[in-house]
């Protein structure tokens, strides 16, 4: 875990992700949830000051500028930490039970996944998935982990057609619950660049997905361990896994 020290401010601070362009003198206005937050739940007052990125300008300190009777100003005062990415790896999560999506997705963020795909698999077990919720997830936890950017969460799409079009260079590390190679040195053999980490449903692959999966030459299959993982528990494990290999924990 980073020193929060590191981030230019004592902790805890309070931090917002808002889609508005940030800048000098910048008015910010926060969603009427947010400016509840700011006001009812931390007691902030006019001239308290917060942070506010939104994916793009880097992290911005903000002060409090006028208080309404719905919702808050905000005024961008200085950039306090320029824009920047984390490792360029994405989860590949089969759409399960609703509260182990919810977790899967928060600890994707706070591990760094730049971006979440839902997928659905021949064993998927097919049910409506709230995206607005998921967005929501994600915000909270990219604002309480110190990330600059919110990642994505794509729709639900068939494992089969994400594989029909699959990003050139983009290599997959393919958790097979049959087997596979110890994670640590099956990525050092793989080289560094775009990820993307594929976790299954309950029920496990198909054997007709596993074969496929296993003869793509972008595929890298790899072992969690002698103990089935539930969905969710696997994917914290796997990112754990991908960073401690090739990501970004030992800057």
Same mark, same amino acid.
């Given at each position: @875990?980073?020193? +929060?020290?590191?981030? *230019?401010?004592?902790?805890? @601070? %309070?931090?917002? !992700? &808002?889609?508005?362009?940030?800048?000098?003198?910048?008015? =910010? /206005?926060?969603?009427?949830?947010?400016? +509840?937050y700011?006001?009812?739940?931390m007691?902030?007052?006019a001239?308290d000051?917060?942070r &506010?990125?939104?994916?793009?300008?880097?992290?911005? $300190?903000?002060? %409090?500028?006028?208080?309404?009777?719905?919702?808050? =100003?905000? +005024?961008?005062e200085?950039?306090?930490r320029?824009?920047? /990415?984390?490792?360029?790896?994405?989860?590949?999560?089969?759409?399960?039970?609703?509260?182990?999506?919810?977790f899967?997705?928060?600890k994707?963020?706070?591990?760094g996944? $730049? $971006?979440?795909?839902?997928?659905?698999?021949?064993?998927?077990? &097919?049910? !409506? =998935?709230? @995206?607005?919720?998921?967005?929501?997830?994600? %915000?909270?936890?990219?604002?309480?982990?110190?990330?600059?950017?919110?990642? @994505? %969460?794509?729709?639900?799409?068939?494992?089969?057609? /994400?594989?029909?079009?699959w990003?050139?260079?983009?290599?997959?590390?393919?958790?097979?619950?049959? *087997? *596979?190679?110890?994670v640590?040195?099956?990525?050092?053999?793989a080289?560094?660049g775009?990820?993307?980490?594929?976790?299954?449903?309950?029920?496990?692959?198909?054997?007709?997905?596993?074969?496929?999966?296993?003869?793509?030459?972008f595929?890298t299959?790899?072992?969690?361990?002698? +103990?089935?993982?539930?969905?969710?528990?696997a994917?914290?494990?796997?990112?754990?896994?991908?960073q401690?290999? &090739?990501?970004?924990?030992d $800057?």
């Amino acid at each position: @875990m980073a020193d +929060r020290r590191d981030l *230019g401010y004592g902790w805890p @601070m %309070i931090r917002l !992700h &808002v889609p508005q362009s940030l800048a000098p003198e910048a008015a =910010v /206005l926060p969603t009427l949830d947010q400016s +509840r937050y700011l006001t009812q739940v931390m007691r902030l007052k006019a001239g308290d000051s917060l942070r &506010v990125f939104n994916g793009r300008d880097g992290e911005w $300190r903000c002060v %409090i500028a006028e208080i309404l009777k719905k919702g808050v =100003v905000l +005024r961008a005062e200085e950039q306090v930490r320029p824009q920047a /990415l984390g490792p360029d790896v994405d989860l590949l999560i089969a759409v399960v039970k609703k509260s182990a999506l919810e977790f899967a997705v928060e600890k994707a963020t706070e591990l760094g996944a $730049r $971006r979440v795909k839902l997928v659905v698999t021949q064993r998927t077990q &097919v049910q !409506h =998935v709230r @995206m607005d919720r998921l967005d929501a997830i994600a %915000i909270e936890a990219a604002e309480q982990t110190g990330r600059l950017d919110v990642p @994505m %969460i794509d729709e639900p799409v068939k494992l089969s057609d /994400l594989l029909d079009g699959w990003e050139a260079g983009r290599r997959l590390m393919f958790c097979d619950e049959t *087997g *596979g190679a110890p994670v640590t040195g099956a990525l050092s053999e793989a080289g560094t660049g775009p990820w993307a980490v594929l976790i299954g449903p309950e029920g496990g692959f198909s054997p007709e997905e596993r074969e496929r999966l296993r003869a793509l030459p972008f595929t890298t299959a790899v072992s969690l361990g002698p +103990r089935i993982l539930r969905a969710d528990t696997a994917a914290v494990a796997a990112l754990t896994l991908w960073q401690a290999a &090739v990501g970004d924990w030992d $800057r």
